[in-house]
């Protein structure tokens, strides 16, 4: 076995075995959710559930996640709303802006999209896992979360860490050959894809159905989130 | 095959002393040796001082008879020996040409049949332990070897029967080195390279389809002037020629960074010469020296020329994705099918474990109320 047939491993059967494992326990994720389903409210509405989703969205992830001081992890501890909120920014640019990236998407949907340089896609990764380490620093220091955290918090960030690293550390051609980090990165990536729906970094997909929920009682009830 | 020494052969065929020292630096450069300037424009004997890379040189080639070479070909195209033969760098080719004697070649050779077999024979007898065995084609394994045999003899058995008597033995092109395109999916004939089956004798694999010639040459000259092996990759390649990949040193490189690429083969992208990253090029994983040595003279090669690498230095290239498609892009994808039944087994269980806790939460609650 050399690194190229690792390589060719963990690109091929590999990443399928895990995409498949992915989507299947996203599925199981998702009903299993779905059918807990929330009691029925039989208070009349006061108003549209729909102006309430759209307005919870606009605010609560369009609007004040970039207007730092209305949120209240901003004014509690701004270096962690930073931190995530960085964290967030510079993967979502890496994994969907940049251009093996999307060549990865294309050849999964079948079309594609312009992307970044990579010098920003680049910068924006080295933010990314500095904010990272803060998060990590913070997590390892502050009591309350200290306490909260458990090994698959810890789980969590190794595991998204990794491909984080191990992406930038190729891009530039450091340390080992390209194929290596590149067998190391996809290797990463795939025990990525295996952990999300065990874990809680599958919020990607919750967020938004809390986000829809709570929209939806917010229009209900005709509260301003 | 006489046994006058490769400078005696080259001063017969009228090659001057100092016509003959910058030959000796030709093949320096060849070999991939830093020479300065100065001492490669061919300076009078006197001036050398003995450890001159040059000198050196010279003096091999001056005391030692031309290497006798055995060619055997299997399940290949003869494409590296036409790569070779017609080679547009004619001074170093016909150089490294005149220091060895290919005594058997089955496209080169104008005799055929049981004759040449005989004076393969024979050359294998006379030169046992000194002759450099080349080696063009995948082996074939399958049924005994039946798939590619010569004279009623299969692949296997006569690469065995050569390799013993071999001082060293080159694979040229990616099928000898790596199995090629006869090992591609789904690998009918079960073809090998020779270095999976020869562990006894130092193999140096010279991959490419086909193999740089100069690599070739460089390597092969090598092994005559110095009597040893270059230092190896992983993989047995020559470092010197397989150190840095074709993205390394590729003139697009500059577009990459800037995430300019070509889409298609003739968008405004393509005429302006941007990266093929998008249009399937293997650089970033290819190690050759396509991009410092190039073809036809150092004229261009394929990312020169608007085509995405292939990475045909590699094993299993024929593999490693489509030839038009992004490298990072994964091996094979799931077809929807298998997609959608992934989904539908996980909604089922979901389904099922929902199903049961409902009905364990309804029974505990009749327990309670009974
Ligand atoms: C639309 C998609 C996503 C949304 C809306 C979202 C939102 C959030 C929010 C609100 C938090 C908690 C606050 C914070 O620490 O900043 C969080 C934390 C986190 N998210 Fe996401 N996220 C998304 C996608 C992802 C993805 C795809 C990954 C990983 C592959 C990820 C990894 C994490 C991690 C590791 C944390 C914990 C950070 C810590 O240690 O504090 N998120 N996310
Ligand atoms: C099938 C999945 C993936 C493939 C095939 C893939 C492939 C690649 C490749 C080829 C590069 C290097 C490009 C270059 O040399 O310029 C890269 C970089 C990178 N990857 Fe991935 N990747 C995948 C998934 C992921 C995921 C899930 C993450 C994050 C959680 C990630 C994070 C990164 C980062 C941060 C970089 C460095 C970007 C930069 O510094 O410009 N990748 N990836
Ligand atoms: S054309 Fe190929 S080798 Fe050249 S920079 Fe682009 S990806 Fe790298």
């Known amino acids: ?53 759209v307005k919870t969205y606009l605010k609560g992830f369009l609007i004040f996640p970039f207007v730092p001081w209305v949120k209240r992890t901003f004014n509690r501890n701004p270096i962690i709303y930073l931190a995530g909120g960085l964290f967030h920014l510079g993967l979502f640019s890496a994994i969907i802006l940049g251009t093996p990236h999307m060549l990865v998407w294309k050849s999964l949907l079948g079309f594609g999209w312009p992307t970044l340089p990579l010098p920003i896609v680049d910068w924006l990764s080295a933010a990314s896992i500095a904010a990272m380490i803060a998060l990590l620093f913070y997590r390892r220091t502050n009591p309350v979360l200290k306490l909260i955290s458990g090994p698959a918090e810890w789980l969590n960030w190794l595991l998204v860490f990794l491909p984080m690293v191990t992406g930038y550390i190729m891009t530039h051609h450091l340390f080992f050959q390209y194929e290596v980090l590149f067998s190391l990165h996809m290797l990463s990536v795939d025990v990525l894809l295996i952990w999300i729906p065990l874990s809680r970094i599958s919020h990607f997909m919750f967020y938004f159905f809390s986000r829809t929920i709570h929209g939806v009682e917010f229009g209900k009830r005709g509260v301003t989130p | 095959m006489s046994e006058e020494t490769i400078y005696q052969r080259l001063e017969n065929n009228g090659v001057s002393r100092r016509d003959f020292l910058k030959l000796c630096g030709t093949l320096a450069g ?117 798939y590619c045999t010569i004279g009623g003899r299969s692949a296997i058995e006569i690469l065995e029967e050569a390799a013993a008597g071999a001082a060293a033995i ?97 968008d405004e992208g393509a005429k302006q010469g941007w990266c093929l990253y998008k249009l399937g090029c293997k650089g970033p994983t290819t190690y050759n020296a396509c991009a410092s040595i190039k073809w036809d003279a150092g004229l261009s090669f394929p990312v020169q020329s608007g085509h995405p690498c292939l990475g045909c230095s590699e094993p299993d290239f024929w593999d490693g994705g489509g030839f038009y498609q992004g490298q990072s892009a994964p091996l094979n994808r799931p077809a929807a099918t298998v997609v959608g039944a992934a989904v539908g087994a996980g909604a089922v269980v979901g389904a099922a474990m929902a199903a049961n806790n409902a009905a364990q939460k309804k029974r505990a609650v009749q327990a309670s109320e009974e």
């Not at chain 2, 003995?50 to 399940?75: C, D, G, Y």
């Not at chain 2, 230092?231 to 990459?256: A, M, Q, S």
Request: net charge neutral; proline share 7%; aromatic share 8%.
């Open chain 2, 30 to 146: 060849a070999m991939g040796l830093a020479v300065p300037p100065l001492e490669a424009s061919g300076l009078p004997d006197h001036l050398l001082t003995e450890n001159k890379t040059i000198h050196k040189i010279a003096r091999a080639l001056e005391t030692k008879a031309r290497v006798p070479v055995i060619w055997l070909e299997f399940q290949d195209c003869a494409g590296c020996s036409e790569a070779l033969t017609r080679s547009q760098s004619p001074t170093l080719i016909d150089l490294v040409l005149n220091t060895i004697s290919v005594e058997y070649h089955e496209t080169l050779t104008a005799a055929a049949g049981h004759q040449t077999e005989e004076n393969k024979q024979n050359i294998m007898q006379q030169y046992a332990g000194q002759y450099v065995l080349v080696v063009e084609g995948s082996i074939p394994m399958a049924l005994g070897g039946a």
């Open chain 1, 1 to 53: 076995m050399n690194w190229t047939t690792f390589l060719q491993f963990t690109r091929g059967p590999l990443f399928q075995a895990s995409l498949l494992i992915f989507v299947g326990g996203m599925a199981y994720r998702l009903v299993r959710v779905v059918l807990l389903g929330w009691k029925g409210d039989k208070a009349p509405a006061k108003g549209s559930k729909l102006a309430g989703v």
């Open chain 2, 170 to 266: 080159i694979s040229t092109g990616n099928c000898a080195a790596f199995g090629g395109l006869p090992k591609a999916d789904p690998n009918p004939t079960d073809a090998k390279g020779v270095w999976e089956l020869i562990t006894d004798k130092p193999v140096v694999n010279i991959p490419g389809c086909p193999a740089i010639p100069e690599v070739f040459t460089g390597t092969l000259a090598h092994f005559v002037i110095f009597g040893a092996l270059p230092e190896l990759d992983d993989l047995n390649r020559p470092v010197t020629f397989y150190g840095k990949t074709i993205h390394d040193r590729c003139l697009r490189r500059p577009f990459y960074e800037a995430g300019k690429f070509a889409n298609s083969f003739d």
